[in-house]
């Protein structure tokens, strides 16, 4: 706490700026919860892509074999074009939410190429979505820490700093102003019992 005036004006700013933590705090705790709940959740569904991919990747090994041996290069169809995201709103912050991914058109001779090349057209893009989605949801997470750790310092700040700096800084005050007050009445009794006695001795004999 910094130095303060012990003065009525004071006073009624510390008693003003307190009344303005308090009402300001059960908004930046409310936005510190919403914000580790989505957290929670953004990581539920992250947990849930990675058990996709792992599963994916599973199901890729039993014929992955005959993609090397058939000298088939599949990486123009399987590359990603494009990632279409939204936003989604949580305690004031924006995180993307992954909504589509679209890959370039497969183009190649139906006759001359091994049927099995459409299947594994279609594994492999499923698999690079999920890791998409993974990438989206970790981007998401990682702005929502970001933020949560701000929220989380602006709650600190006020329940441990802010606020009992201001209600110490108003005690302080409230006993300089009553021992002033005191001071002042102690003074004025003097000032009147002198007053008296000095009436008195000019009508005594």
Same mark, same amino acid.
């Given at each position: 706490?910094?130095?303060?005036?012990?003065?009525?004006?004071?006073?009624?700013?510390?008693?003003?700026?307190?009344?303005?933590?308090?009402?300001?705090?059960?908004?930046?705790?409310?936005?510190?919860?919403?914000?580790?709940?989505?957290?929670?959740?953004?990581?539920?569904?992250?947990?849930?892509?990675?058990?996709?991919?792992?599963?994916?990747?599973?199901?890729?090994?039993?014929?992955?074999?005959?993609?090397?041996?058939?000298?088939?290069?599949?990486?123009?169809?399987?590359?990603?074009? /494009? &990632?279409?995201?939204?936003?989604?709103?949580? =305690?004031?912050?924006?995180?993307?939410? #992954? @909504?589509?991914?679209?890959?370039? %058109?497969?183009?190649?001779?139906?006759?001359?190429?091994?049927?099995?090349?459409?299947?594994?057209?279609?594994?492999?893009?499923?698999?690079?979505?999920?890791?998409?989605?993974?990438?989206?949801?970790?981007?998401?997470? /990682? &702005?929502?820490?970001?933020?949560?750790?701000? =929220?989380?310092?602006?709650?600190?700040? #006020? @329940?441990?700093?802010?606020?009992? %700096?201001?209600?110490?800084?108003?005690?302080?005050?409230?006993?300089?102003?009553?021992?002033?007050?005191?001071?002042?009445?102690?003074?004025?009794?003097?000032?009147?019992?002198?007053?008296?006695?000095?009436?008195?001795?000019?009508?005594?004999?």
């Amino acid at each position: 706490m910094g130095k303060i005036k012990l003065t009525k004006g004071e006073l009624k700013q510390q008693r003003d700026e307190l009344k303005q933590y308090e009402r300001y705090l059960p908004t930046l705790q409310l936005k510190k919860q919403q914000l580790q709940i989505e957290i929670l959740q953004q990581a539920s569904f992250l947990a849930e892509y990675d058990q996709q991919e792992q599963r994916r990747r599973q199901a890729i090994k039993s014929w992955v074999g005959l993609l090397a041996d058939s000298g088939i290069n599949l990486q123009p169809w399987v590359t990603l074009d /494009k &990632i279409t995201t939204s936003k989604k709103n949580v =305690a004031g912050v924006d995180i993307p939410i #992954f @909504e589509d991914a679209e890959f370039k %058109d497969a183009e190649y001779d139906l006759f001359s190429t091994p049927l099995w090349v459409d299947f594994a057209i279609e594994a492999l893009r499923n698999l690079v979505v999920v890791l998409a989605q993974m990438r989206v949801v970790e981007e998401g997470i /990682k &702005i929502l820490k970001q933020e949560l750790r701000i =929220a989380t310092q602006r709650v600190n700040l #006020f @329940e441990k700093v802010k606020i009992p %700096d201001a209600r110490q800084a108003i005690r302080l005050i409230k006993i300089y102003i009553g021992d002033q007050m005191a001071n002042a009445v102690g003074r004025s009794k003097i000032a009147k019992r002198k007053i008296e006695e000095a009436v008195l001795d000019g009508v005594m004999p």
